[in-house]
């Protein structure tokens, strides 16, 4: 199941290049499903936001953000 999770995740990042992956871990996804979607993100470049069971009445926040804010930033070595 990861690798498919990981192969369609690979095929939105070609069409769509998603700047940032909204992820529930509130529990109610296996737990293949939340380790596949961090571990293709950081193959691909993009940050992940998890968001516990809460978070849902306060997402408005989200809203105001920017690409440019949602960005994963890569350190320099």
Request: hydrophobic fraction near 45%.
């Amino acid at each position: 199941m990861e690798i498919s999770i990981k192969a369609g995740l690979a095929h939105i990042n070609t069409f769509m290049h998603p700047q940032v992956l909204v992820a529930d871990q509130s529990g109610q996804e296996d737990q293949f499903f939340i380790d596949a979607i961090k571990a293709k993100a950081g193959d691909i470049g993009v940050a992940v936001i998890g968001l516990p069971s809460s978070a849902v009445e306060k997402m408005m926040w989200i809203a105001t953000l920017d690409s440019n804010s949602l960005k994963r930033k890569i350190p320099s070595r």
